[in-house]
C-alpha cells in the first residue's frame, strides 16, 4: 500500500513541476525571439526583426496568463520575466530603430535609442518595486512601446533614406519613452478573469493577431494607437473636467465639515 501512494505522490510533485516550468518555457521563447531581431537587425532584415519582437509580444503575454491560470506564479519568475523584457522589448527595439532610422544621425539616434531602452528599463523597474494592480499600469508597459516601434517599421521596412523622416523618428522614439516613465495609467486587462472562459477562444484571438501583424500591419496599428492615446486623452479629460467645474461646488466641498472623531 505504501509503493502505489510514494508513486502517487511522486507523479503529483512532477506534474507540479512541469506546471511551473510551462511558463519559463513561454519567457525563454520571448528571450530568443528578442536575440534572433536583434541578429535580423544588424543584418538589415528589418521587416522580420519587426515581426520577432511583436511575436515576443504575444509570449509574454501567454507566460503571465498561463502562470497566473495554473497557480505557478513566483518570484522567480517575475525577475526572469523582466530580464527576457530587457532584451526583447528594451535593446532589440531600441536597436531596431537606430539601425532602421536613426544611423544616418548617428549622435542623436545613439541618443534616442538609446534613451527607449533607459526609460523601458527604468519602466521594468518600477513595476517590480512598486505593488502591483491587476487593473491598471502606471505607464506605457514596456512591450506596448517596443510593438508600437516594430509596427512603425512594419509599415515601410525600407531603411530611411529621407533626412526629412528622421526627426519624425526621434519625436516619436521620445513620446514612446516619455509615456513609459509617465504616471498615466493604462489598462492592463489581467483582471480578466479566463478561468470561466473557454481557452480555445483565447488562443484563436492572438492566432489572428499574429495574422494581422503579418498580412495588414495597419490594422494592428491602428488598435495599438487608440491603447496608446487613451491614458493622455483620459487624463486631459480629467483636467479639463476639473478645471471647468463651477467655482461654488469646488468651494462648497473645501468648506464641508469633518465628521466628530470617535
Known amino acids: 500500500m505504501r509503493l502505489p501512494r510514494l508513486r502517487r505522490r511522486k507523479s503529483a510533485e512532477q506534474l507540479r513541476r512541469g506546471v511551473y516550468i510551462i511558463p519559463s518555457l513561454f ?7 528578442g536575440f534572433w531581431s536583434l ?6 532584415r528589418f521587416g522580420r526583426a519587426a515581426v520577432l519582437i511583436i511575436v515576443a509580444a504575444v509570449a509574454d503575454m501567454l507566460d503571465g496568463r498561463i502562470a497566473r491560470l495554473t ?3 513566483s518570484s522567480f519568475g517575475a525577475a526572469y520575466d523582466s530580464l527576457a523584457d530587457v532584451v526583447s522589448f528594451g535593446t532589440a527595439p ?4 537606430y539601425r532602421w532610422g536613426l544611423r544616418l544621425q548617428p549622435d542623436f539616434g545613439l541618443f ?8 523601458g528599463s527604468i ?3 518600477r513595476f517590480n518595486s512598486s505593488g502591483h494592480d491587476l487593473g491598471h499600469f502606471q505607464g506605457l508597459p514596456i512591450p506596448g512601446g517596443a510593438t508600437a516601434v516594430a509596427l512603425l517599421v512594419l509599415i515601410s521596412p525600407a531603411p530611411v533614406s529621407h533626412t526629412w523622416f528622421i526627426p519624425v ?27 470561466r472562459q473557454w481557452p480555445a477562444p483565447t488562443l484563436f484571438v492572438l492566432a489572428l493577431v499574429v495574422a494581422l501583424v503579418t498580412l495588414r500591419p495597419h490594422l494592428l496599428s491602428v488598435l495599438l494607437a ?17 478645471r471647468n467645474a463651477p467655482p461654488h461646488l469646488e468651494s462648497h466641498a473645501s468648506t464641508r465639515p469633518e465628521a466628530p472623531a470617535d
Open 112 to 119: 534616442f535609442s538609446f534613451l527607449f531602452l533607459v526609460a
Open 39 to 44: 541578429l535580423d537587425a544588424s543584418h538589415g
Open 169 to 195: 523618428v526621434m519625436v516619436f522614439v521620445l513620446c514612446l519613452s516619455l509615456l513609459m516613465v509617465s504616471n498615466l495609467e493604462y489598462r492592463s486587462f489581467k483582471d480578466l478573469d479566463l478561468k
Open 123 to 125: 519602466r521594468l523597474a
Open 71 to 73: 497557480g505557478s506564479t
Open 27 to 33: 519567457t525563454i521563447a520571448n528571450m530568443f525571439c
Open 94 to 97: 531600441a536597436f531596431l530603430v
Open 226 to 242: 487608440l491603447y496608446i492615446l487613451s491614458a493622455p486623452v483620459a487624463q486631459t479629460s480629467r483636467w479639463l473636467r476639473r
